[in-house]
């Protein structure tokens, strides 16, 4: 027994050392990220200084967005919170209540405030077992005593920083954040619950559940929420329905959903793309099929297909190879193919990318090279774009999409692209073509979206297509 329990003893205090090893990685991680932008940014070379973040970025195989929260949070402790840095490589505190401390403490101007609120939020966080809010709670009580001025200041700026993200999830689902005024929260949070009363009691969802129907309720106009029970009449007086498609189409919200024909035609369990969101199930893909109306392209045993005619791979109507600004047709199928920005770890929307020619587009002899085909046409967000045009960072894509990016330092990363859906591994036989090309024209002449030229349908493009031109 007394071994036992010495050998439990040991492992502990084995996994205490090692947390503390962990945070003491982190802080020279942080350090080493700070000072080699300080360092470059000292430098001779601008364009290098500018970009210098995305060779943090991809060293650490991170996103550009954490890398530049991984340096200000390295400048922070070495330059305005030194103890709580100093916490860290020791391992009193951990990195996510290093950080949330410094997001909490940092922006104090006046040095011994800051100084003094960095001391009294310390000695009640460090060594002691504290959540992240937990954590902001007791700095942000500090500051409210110590720095008042500043603490009304910050809950002024925190109005003007509201906002409201959606991001893709797991298993074809989506995440919902937000920063709103507690006031205005808590107006959104009783909203919710009300609707949550309007099924009646054989409704048989959660309240979790129905309340998260109640936020696309109102997204889409609706006050009410519908009932899911058996029941023809509700009990209650709500209508019946299932809630999701119902609201959906009362939104008049367009979404764009690349799949293989060979799903829909019901051969495949192939997943579809849901653009912004990821990957989504084969069934998932059918409901939303069922009164869609199709306005991108197919894919059919990996050959692009357009409504109305199916054509060769990487063919393109109306495409000018001798232009640069690619057709809509183009456009889309590049972006469609790409999903989002091409550069390492950045996960933009193809939809908000710029396209960038691999090969630099000669505009004075056009045909000497740089075509504005799929083969030489990437999707890159401007920030990225202007990375590559300056030739801090250069690329190279292979005859399949691959990307292979070399940084200024010598650094290497290979991107693939990720917009369509996993196509069969061998081509469909003859019975299913057939099946699948009257599909196709089933839809053209049903549907009426595209015209026998395989044109784009007249009006605006969606929202969420209209992308500005790059200046390159």
Do not use: Y
Request: net charge neutral; charged share 25%; proline share 8%.
């Amino acid at each position: 027994m007394i071994e036992t329990l010495s050998a439990e003893a040991t492992r502990l205090a084995e996994l205490g050392a090692a947390r503390r090893a962990e945070s003491a990685a982190t802080a020279r991680t942080l350090r080493l990220a700070a000072d080699l932008v300080r360092d470059r940014r000292r430098g001779d070379d601008p364009d290098r200084a500018e970009f210098v973040v995305l060779e943090v970025a991809v060293a650490l195989c991170v996103p550009r967005g954490t890398a530049w929260a991984l340096v200000t949070l390295g400048e922070d402790l070495r330059d305005r919170l030194p103890a709580i840095g100093r916490a860290l490589a020791c391992g009193d505190l951990d990195h996510a209540r290093a950080r949330t401390l410094a997001e909490r403490l940092a922006a104090i101007d006046d040095p011994a405030l800051r100084a003094a609120c960095e001391a009294e939020s310390l000695a009640k966080v460090a060594g002691h077992a504290r959540t992240t809010a937990a954590t902001a709670a007791v700095a942000d009580r500090v500051v409210a005593r110590l720095a008042p001025a500043f603490a009304r200041a910050r809950a002024r700026r925190a109005v003007a920083d509201r906002e409201l993200r959606v991001a893709p999830g797991p298993d074809g689902m989506a995440s919902v954040s937000g920063l709103l005024s507690a006031t205005d929260g808590r107006t959104v949070d009783h909203r919710l619950d009300v609707m949550t009363t309007q099924p009646c009691t054989a409704d048989p969802r959660t309240h979790a559940q129905r309340r998260a129907d109640a936020l696309v309720a109102l997204a889409a106009g609706r006050t009410r929420l519908r009932c899911t029970c058996a029941h023809d009449v509700c009990p209650a007086g709500a209508e019946v329905g299932d809630a999701g498609a119902a609201d959906r189409s009362a939104g008049g919200v367009v979404v764009h959903v690349v799949v293989a024909a060979e799903t829909l035609a019901g051969a495949a369990d192939l997943p579809g793309v849901l653009r912004r969101m990821g990957v989504v199930d084969d069934d998932t893909v059918r409901r939303l099929a069922a009164d869609a109306t199709w306005r991108q392209l197919l894919t059919l045993g990996g050959t692009p297909v357009h409504l109305g005619r199916a054509r060769p791979a990487g063919f393109v109507p109306g495409a000018g190879p001798l232009r640069h600004d690619p057709s809509a047709a183009l456009a889309g199928l590049v972006r469609d193919r790409d999903g989002h920005c091409r550069f390492p770890g950045c996960d933009v929307d193809a939809a908000r990318c710029d396209l960038h020619h691999v090969i630099p587009f000669d505009h004075d002899r056009p045909d000497r090279g740089g075509r504005s085909e799929p083969s030489n046409l990437a999707a890159l967000c401007r920030h990225h774009h202007r990375a590559k045009t300056r030739d801090v960072w250069s690329v190279v894509m292979d005859p399949d999409g691959t990307q292979h990016w070399r940084g200024p330092a010598g650094q290497v990363a290979t991107t693939q692209p990720e917009g369509l859906p996993p196509l069969p591994a061998a081509p469909p036989p003859v019975e299913l073509e057939q099946v699948l090309a009257d599909l196709v024209e089933l839809w053209c002449s049903e549907v009426g979206t595209w015209g026998p030229t395989g044109a784009p349908p007249s009006g605006p493009a969606p929202p969420e297509l209209v992308v500005e031109p790059p200046p390159f």
